[in-house]
T-cell receptor
């Protein structure tokens, strides 16, 4: 049973436009969410995160939105650049008192291609 | 430089031949974890360790063993590999009180 789902296997966007990557989750115990970016032949690297007490977190060109009632989060990249072409994974964690349990659940990933 | 290293990076082996994939980190992190990445399934957690001598199962622990005898190392052991363990494996670490994990470069394992 996939508790974290990224239903779009791929997304193609023109340079300069907005990229929106979506993620849905089913486990209401999840209360911390992360996005990772992965280039070929490398390990995933952390991109941005959001706690369930917030609905938005912004870092430069990257913004993550969280809709708890819908159990949905999205990553917005504005403007998109060719170097953003990678696989993006969303991940969910749960914590007690602000400390990660360490049991991270990932989505299937979305391949983003940004065309020049 | 903060690093998570994995060895080997590539391995082709045969069914039943025991193997170990090593993971080492120089960030003094308490937490370490192993994942496997498969097409259409994303990354799935195999085992994790919150500290030395403390390990716990992730979502897909069957067929794997781990040990955490010292903070910097967290080897993944396949006692009797099978073809369904052909995958891309990642080791990760995380500092205390943090949420973001730092991943190694991956180990591509093929079991024939």
């Amino acid at each position: 049973d996939q508790q974290v789902k990224q239903n779009s296997p791929s997304l193609s966007v023109q340079e300069g436009r907005i990229s929106i990557l979506n993620c849905d989750y089913t486990n209401s115990m999840f209360d911390y969410f992360l996005w990772y970016k992965k280039y070929p032949a490398e390990g995933p690297t952390f991109l941005i995160s959001i706690s369930s007490i917030k609905d938005k977190n912004e870092d430069g060109r990257f913004t993550v939105f969280l809709n708890k009632s819908a159990k949905h989060l999205s990553l917005h990249i504005v403007p998109s650049q060719p170097g953003d072409s990678a696989v993006y994974f969303c991940a969910a964690d749960s914590n007690a008192g602000g400390t990660s349990y360490g049991k991270l659940t990932f989505g299937q990933g979305t391949i983003l291609t940004v065309h020049p | 430089e903060a690093q998570v290293t994995q060895n080997p990076r590539y391995l082709i082996t045969v069914t039943g031949k025991k193997l170990t994939v090593t993971c080492s980190q120089n960030m003094n992190h308490e937490y370490m974890s192993w994942y496997r990445q498969d097409p259409g399934l994303g990354l799935r957690q195999i085992y994790y360790s919150m500290n030395v001598e403390v390990t716990d199962k992730g979502d897909v622990p069957e067929g794997y063993k781990v040990s955490r005898k010292e903070k910097r190392n967290f080897p993944l052991i396949l006692e009797s590999p099978s073809p369904n363990q052909t995958s891309l494996y990642f080791c990760a670490t995380m500092g205390q009180g943090a949420y973001e994990q730092y991943f190694g470069p991956g180990t591509r394992l093929t079991v024939t």
